[in-house]
DNA sequence: TTGTAGGCGTTATCAA
DNA sequence: TTGATAACGCCTACAA
């Protein structure tokens, strides 16, 4: 089959510990031994086993990724910025998609250990404590992407989902606007629910507006169950919405419109997310950006250092969202 | 460290071998010391180490993907119906994001091969000779999902981009429409370049109308090249746009609207890809789908079988498109 | 500078 | 039914 170290061996007339020398430049090897070694490599065709080599030094080189969903918006690119990084670093990386079940993470979590990851990268809205509880038994290191951790136990690289809609509804405040409504994740939802709703309340509260319950209407990030919700928002007759996604966002602006307003003129919007949906809509969408990409090579790079004992100056980092102001809230086109 | 298949003999008192046995129910054992064995196993903690089981047994159940960018569109969804079959029959996945470059393809193809994965998937709108070469002389499984391939010399899962884009372009024949311009992709682009382009020339042909050069506009997929190409075909009066993209069929509805004209009442738009832009925006796009998770998942199908060693009854599989009539053609609100 | 040999954690073939 | 033991392909002291 496949011609191994000792083929080589053979056929340069050397030992497979002098073969392994030139393959690993562990050792000095005269030039001419060296190019034996070489041509013998060629002349077989040889190719390394990386699993015999990990299997010695304990190392594979490679890292598993636990994502909720891939085919789901912000994940590609959280796994894109990941892999970019790990390439960077000569990693490889196992993709597994868990929807967020209990048990096919942990069933993945157990694979990626016996295949002896070096690492693993978790990615999810929030962590279970029995997802926590495997994790730290494999003992190897864990860094959490865009994910809410209460006790923050690991690593982790995320934003500030509670700030980033506290700044959003500072906007339409600062707009003038004081019927602000909120079309927001599932009510069990940790980020789009919790977080959103209470960055929500606090810039109410900073403004000195009491919380209306009845201008908070749950949402699925779907877009159906968003334009039911603004129908409701506007028999409340709200003069802003804040939505926890760019679609519940649009959905919501096609509701406004059906009901005889209009956006930015009667109403404004903002989503969240800055998916091309916010752009590619018209009016298009005012939003508030996750940096998605950074989210996923920050953790890639903090898992390297993680690997290489490097010291760490900061294992909880937070990354700067954005507001981007569009048509939505009156500020005209996008120069993009 | 991790407790080894020693660690459990010695614990059950008996020897590696039986230890072995009873992991893999290779050999009967009796109850009595398969107890043993099973409570030395529970008490070390004992995990078994799947890189030196690969190494003995010659299979990893590992298959590599080879990906031009998980975080555009289309693909993501093409992995997870691919990861989907994959977990299903125990398999894990290494994620290769390549950008379609030569020397990534090539050098990724290398690394699986040393972590010796037991087949490859590639995917990318064509596959060059090189790398198809490469694929070939590694000797594993080999399955292209989605990409255009001439010779077809690997087993391949794929739509008819031909028909597809026939298929839109005869479906405004149908509506009564002489003058169909069509914003195509790259013209060096295999798929939205060239077969699309194809497809659009049969349906006319085919409907005895002359092609003429000036009503096919090259984009490059994105918004703003679009915009500007739906602007010359304006000044050339069509009545009708087909465009490679759901992105360019917005930027060209966008530009219809900009220029005081009307969709569906002046002209009639079909896009590519059935994207959630095609039916969030509105109008809402006519669109050509792609069964991207079924490519994924039929590859994926067909990598075991091809693992397995079962008789394959299609080498070739041509999965279905579909032609989603929407608003922009006419026919009203999508009823989804 | 080069070679010998043990071991990484399994599986599988022989014997016993 | 169970136990030694030789691979799988590589790295790395230790010798020479």
């Known amino acids: 089959m496949n011609a191994t170290i000792k083929d080589v061996a053979r056929e340069a007339k050397v030992s497979i510990a002098t073969v392994s020398r030139v393959l690993n430049n562990s050792a000095v090897v005269t030039d001419e031994t060296k190019q034996r070694v070489l041509d013998a490599i060629k002349k077989t065709g040889y190719k390394p086993n990386a699993l015999a080599r990990s299997l010695k030094i304990q190392k594979t080189h490679t890292i598993g990724l636990i994502v909720p969903d891939i085919s789901s918006p912000f994940y590609p690119e959280v796994v894109r910025g990941i892999e970019d990084i790990a390439s960077m670093y000569s990693y490889n990386i196992f993709l597994c998609n868990t929807d967020q079940k209990e048990d096919k993470e942990m069933n993945y979590i157990e694979i990626l250990s016996e295949k002896q990851v070096d690492g693993i990268i978790y990615m999810g809205d929030i962590i279970r404590e029995s997802v926590k509880q495997q994790l730290h038994d494999i003992g190897i290191p864990i860094v959490l992407a865009g994910t809410e951790d209460a006790e923050s136990e690991f690593p982790n690289v995320n934003i500030d989902n509670k700030k980033a809609s506290y700044d959003a509804v500072k906007y339409l405040l600062s707009l003038g606007h004081k019927k602000i409504g909120m079309i927001s994740g599932p009510s069990d ?6 977080q959103r709703t209470n960055g929500y309340k606090e810039a109410l509260s900073e403004a000195k507006i009491r919380f209306k319950p009845s201008l ?20 409340n007759n709200v003069d802003a919405v804040f939505a926890a996604s ?5 959905a919501a602006i096609n509701a406004i419109f059906d009901s005889g307003f209009s956006v930015p003129e009667d109403i404004h919007v903002i989503g969240f997310d800055n998916t091309y949906l916010s752009y590619m809509f018209r009016p298009t969408i005012t939003t508030i950006q996750r940096p998605a990409y950074d989210i996923g090579a920050v953790s890639m790079r903090l898992m390297t250092k993680l690997l290489a004992k490097e010291p760490i ?7 700067p969202h954005q507001l981007i102001v569009r048509e939505s ?3 005209g086109e996008e120069k993009k």
């Open 189 to 194: 939802d940790p980020i789009g629910g919790i």
């Open 216 to 235: 908070v209407v749950e949402g699925n990030f779907k877009a159906r169950q968003a334009y039911l919700a603004m129908l409701k928002l506007l028999e």
């Open 246 to 250: 760019d679609e519940m966002a649009a």
């Open 313 to 319: 100056d900061d294992m909880h980092v937070i990354l």
């Open 329 to 331: 809230t009156g500020y």
